[in-house]
């Protein structure tokens, strides 16, 4: 395994497992997605120039893919993701994001975070009302399915518990 995925529904506990696994010694990607909310105009972009948004974000993902070149790495989200948010906004994808889904290839597992009510949260750049990250969750899914990969559905547990469910199928 040189790179895997940890995707699923906004607010669903990807990010607290990736923190658990890197103390664990696996090398862990960022959501680049969230990097550009935080950066000045990200929201606004997100908002006003969703297409704009999801290119930044392959972009990101992109220069991120490379970093998994040299050892394992487990990524917070994937190319799949940027075309499931896509397709929540009603919008086409674009030739090079489908190309990035074709041709940058997952080789290890990707897991699923479902969405999860009793711990989701908003917050400035998770702005999705409960009802929405469902839809996104579902979305996300769907993308991740129809670029041909399967995926392992993480359990409802703490992240300890989480990050030794991963650990064993890396």
Not at 131 to 142: H, L, M, T, Y
Request: with cysteine.
């Amino acid at each position: 395994m040189r790179r895997a995925v940890v995707t699923g529904a906004p607010g669903s506990g990807k990010s607290t497992l990736l923190s658990e696994v890197a103390k664990r010694g696996v090398a862990t990607g960022p959501e680049v997605a969230r990097a550009i909310l935080r950066s000045h105009g990200g929201m606004e972009m997100r908002a006003e120039r969703p297409i704009d948004f999801a290119i930044a974000m392959l972009e990101a993902q992109l220069a991120s893919w490379d970093r998994g070149n040299d050892a394992p790495i487990l990524f917070d989200r994937g190319f799949a993701d940027i075309v499931g948010f896509l397709r929540l906004e009603g919008l086409a994808v674009p030739p090079e994001i489908d190309a990035a889904c074709r041709d940058c290839r997952y080789e290890g597992p990707v897991f699923h975070a479902p969405a999860w009510r009793e711990i989701y949260r908003q917050d400035d750049q998770r702005i999705q009302s409960w009802e929405e990250a469902v839809e996104s969750d579902a979305a996300v899914v769907g993308a991740w399915r129809d670029y041909g990969y399967d995926l392992v559905t993480l359990p409802f547990a703490d992240p300890s518990i989480r990050a030794q469910f991963v650990l064993e199928r890396l």
